[in-house]
Nanobody, 122 residues
Framework: QVQLVESGGGLVQAGGSLRLSCAVSGRIFSINVMGWYRQAPGKQRELVARVLSGGTTNYADSVKGRFTISRDNAENTVFLQMNSLKPEDTAVYYC????????????????WGQGTQVTVSS
């Protein structure tokens, strides 16, 4: 029943910005880790950024200083602000979350969104 839905992808020129959103719905007790992954054609999926429930963040070296991850716990939503975009950022971006269900013992399960395309032109 838990679902993750991404939005905000699109086509931008190099140097431009995009803001991705991911809304989590369902019977949720707690969302622990929320993160963004991406996969470019011919390449493996990689972690872009993640944010823990306490606010700690981690970023891939390739996006440090350009991307910012944040979360709105009241709305069960995670965001990825992408600035100074480069053609090499072109990929399908996927939202990922570890979610504890409402019923005891609240075992965490991992969920993925459907992905949103980000294309950066040169």
């Amino acid at each position: 029943q838990v679902q993750l839905v991404e939005s905000g992808g699109g086509l931008v020129q190099a140097g431009g910005s995009l803001r991705l959103s991911c809304a989590v719905s369902g019977r949720i007790f707690s969302i622990n880790v929320m993160g963004w992954y991406r996969q470019a054609p011919g390449k493996q999926r990689e972690l872009v950024a993640r944010v823990l429930s306490g606010g700690t963040t981690n970023y891939a070296d390739s996006v440090k200083g350009r991307f910012t991850i944040s979360r709105d716990n009241a709305e069960n939503t995670v965001f990825l602000q992408m600035n100074s975009l480069k053609p090499e950022d072109t990929a399908v971006y996927y939202c990922n979350a570890d979610v504890q269900g409402r019923n005891w013992p609240h075992i965490p399960r991992n969920y993925w969104g459907q992905g949103t395309q980000v294309t950066v032109s040169s």
